[in-house]
T-cell receptor, first 113, second 111 residues
Framework: GAVVSQHPSRVICKSGTSVKIECRSL??????MFWYRQFPKQSLMLMAT?????????EQGVEKDKFLINHASLTLSTLTVTSAHPEDSSFYIC?????????FGPGTRLTVL | QKEVEQDPGPLSVPEGAIVSLNCTYS??????FMWYRQYSRKGPELLMY????GNKEDGRFTAQVDKSSKYISLFIRDSQPSDSATYLC???????????FGKGTTLSVSS
């Protein structure tokens, strides 16, 4: 199957700092990537849809000024959590769409102290 | 009513058992159905993909979709301890769009 990578896999930061998470499709080009958030023992909640070369589409309740998404190329999308707070601590997962299926990255665990 | 309903379990079975995992949904427009397996602290791994109604088999895994009942199933034959994970159903109405996930069912297979 297609491979999606995420970097970093784990990050710990201080409250008020910004954190950037990268999502790459390694062996295919993805015009659309998705960013999800997952709390412990919960399912994946869609945060935003990232389209190459255009602005991301955010789900209701997701602050676009706080969660900045950039999809600069067909293989890379980034999520920047700005001015992070402890309540932003979570597991962030990206996925990339290829034809009619989606492949997920391994996830990034963010801990904000 | 949530769009996708899935019993979170946990479900515990002995090694070698046949496991049945299920999801129901309310949106009749859904056409693309997937099952993902997620190990703790890892990203979901695509197990099975089915378009519209019907059955699909891959090794020990069989996926079934019954659109008339809005019901999908995943069967695991000869279950192994390595199958212990959370299984997520996901679906969408249009290829390339965001998936709607069930809550996930936690499966434990004991040796």
């Amino acid at each position: 199957g297609a491979v999606v990578s995420q970097h970093p896999s784990r990050v710990i930061c201080k409250s008020g700092t910004s954190v950037k998470i990268e999502c790459r499709s390694l062996d295919f080009q993805a015009t659309t990537m998705f960013w999800y958030r997952q709390f412990p023992k919960q399912s994946l909640m869609l945060m935003a849809t990232s389209n190459e070369g255009s602005k991301a589409t955010y789900e209701q309740g997701v602050e676009k000024d706080k969660f900045l998404i950039n999809h600069a190329s067909l293989t890379l999308s980034t999520l920047t959590v700005t001015s992070a707070h402890p309540e932003d601590s979570s597991f962030y997962i990206c996925s990339a769409s290829i034809t009619d299926t989606q492949y997920f990255g391994p996830g990034t665990r963010l801990t904000v102290l | 009513q949530k769009e996708v309903e899935q019993d979170p379990g946990p479900l515990s079975v002995p090694e070698g058992a046949i496991v049945s995992l299920n999801c129901t949904y309310s949106n009749s427009a859904f056409q693309y159905f997937m099952w993902y397996r997620q190990y703790s602290r890892k990203g979901p791994e695509l197990l099975m993909y089915t378009y519209s109604s019907g059955n699909k088999e891959d090794g020990r895994f069989t996926a079934q979709v019954d659109k008339s009942s809005k019901y999908i199933s995943l069967f695991i034959r000869d279950s192994q301890p390595s199958d212990s994970a959370t299984y997520l159903c996901a679906m969408t109405n249009q290829a390339g769009t965001a998936l709607i996930f069930g809550k996930g069912t936690t499966l434990s297979v004991s040796s």
